[in-house]
Structure formats: C-alpha cells, structure tokens
C-alpha cells in the first residue's frame, strides 16, 4: 500500500503569490493533518482535518487555508506569501481523529519563496 | 502551551556505541509520545510510539522510555550503525493528531 504522497516535491514561488500544495492521506485514512518545518527547528502544528471538517488549527495567520475533499484528499492553500514561508511543509495521515493516534508522515513539500 | 526541549543538539559517536538521547517536556498531560527519524530535507519516519499508560517500547536496536509525571522520555540507541547518522525528534501528543516537536538530536555515526 502506499504511504502518505505529497505534490509537488519543490516549489518556488516568489513574494506576494499563492500556492497550493496537495496530500493524499494512506489508504483507509480518514484523517489529515499538516505541519510547516522551517530549517533547524521541528515541525508546528498548522492544521488538522477530518471528514472535511476542520477539527484543529495552529497558531499560523489567515493566509494559510486548507481544506479536505471527499476522497479524503487535502489541500493546503498560502496567499500573500512572505519569505518566512519559506519551509518543508509536511503532510501526515490517520485513520481516525481519536486522540493519541498513530500518524504517518508524508515526504513533505519544500518551498521556497524569493 | 507544550515546550519540548531534546538534549544533546547535536551527538557524534564511533560505530558500535550505545548512546541515549533525551527529551523532556513542559505538560504531562499526553496522549501519547512518538519518536521520529528525519533524514535531511525528508519527512518523518515513526520510530516509536507510546502511550501514555506504557513505560517503554523496543524495536530491534531501539528502546525508548517515558515517565509522563517527570516530563521526560529517553529514546537508546544499541550498537549504532552509520545508517542511523539523522536527526531524532521526539512529540508529545496532546490533543486531536496534534503533536509538539523539539528541534530534535542530530546524530552522526562515524565508521
């Protein structure tokens, strides 16, 4: 089965633009959940969706949105993008939103914004 | 809000040794706690997991312990190899898949 897929791999986007990344959750996986990793530091918390609900949220600006589709596929949406966006923005599934879940990463998304 | 803190930053060991790195965290009111691997500019591979009613749990070379009323995990490596050279995270989770990440242990194994 494959695991957790996240398009595209890289991106650069200069500033002021829109970007979309997408993530498509393991198999079975009810669950989505998005996390921003700037280098050197561990990954935060921006997003949690489940069954097209939004279940949880970070402490990000509202220029970050994000949203889950029926096939329980999600979007990550960045408007205005700043340089500090710049980051791995990593994706990661479960099968439920039960609270001490297992969840699995994807690879993530590197973006780059000049 | 939850702090997690891993110490050392940065870990370089002859192959073979034994090592342990450490975590520790501010709320004790987990659901559980994960150990990661990242390897550079990849995601993250779950390692472990446990929960917060378990002391410990092994995989092969790996052992990690958790006393959830301290705020403290250990996660020991065995007989480290240089395929372990990669930068160890440890979360807490305390809410819906929400987990709190430190800045993580980069280990090198030196052949």
């Known amino acids: 089965d494959a695991g957790v897929t996240q398009s595209p791999t890289h991106l650069i986007k200069t500033r002021g633009q829109q970007v979309t990344l997408r993530c498509s959750p393991i198999s079975g996986h009810k669950s989505v959940s998005w996390y921003q990793q700037v280098l050197g530091q561990g990954p935060q918390f921006i997003f949690q969706?489940?069954?097209?609900?939004?279940?949880g949220r970070g402490n990000f600006p509202d220029r970050f949105s994000a949203r889950q589709f029926p096939n329980y596929s999600s979007e990550l949406n960045v408007n205005a993008l700043l340089l500090g966006d710049s980051a791995l923005y990593l994706c990661?599934?479960?099968?439920?939103?039960?609270?001490?879940?297992?969840?699995?990463f994807g690879s993530g998304t590197q973006l780059s914004v000049l | 809000k939850q702090e997690v803190t891993q110490i050392p930053a940065a870990l370089s060991v002859p192959e073979g040794e034994n090592l342990v790195l450490n975590c520790s965290f501010t709320?004790?009111?987990?659901?559980?706690l994960q150990w990661f691997r990242q390897d550079p500019g990849k995601g993250l591979t779950s390692l472990l997991l446990?929960?917060?009613?378990?002391r410990e749990q092994t995989s092969g070379r790996l052992n990690a312990s958790l006393d959830k009323s301290s705020g403290r995990s250990t996660l020991y490596i065995a007989a480290s190899q240089p395929g372990d050279s990669a930068t160890y995270l440890c979360?807490?989770?305390?809410?819906?898949?929400?987990?709190?990440f430190g800045t993580g242990t980069r280990l090198t194994v030196i052949p």
């Open positions: 709320d004790s009111a987990i659901y559980n």
């Open positions: 990661a599934s479960s099968l439920t939103s039960t609270w001490g879940e297992k969840l699995f």
């Open positions: 969706y489940y069954e097209k609900e939004e279940r």
């Open positions: 979360a807490p989770q305390t809410g819906a898949n929400n987990l709190f």
């Open positions: 446990i929960q917060s009613s378990q």
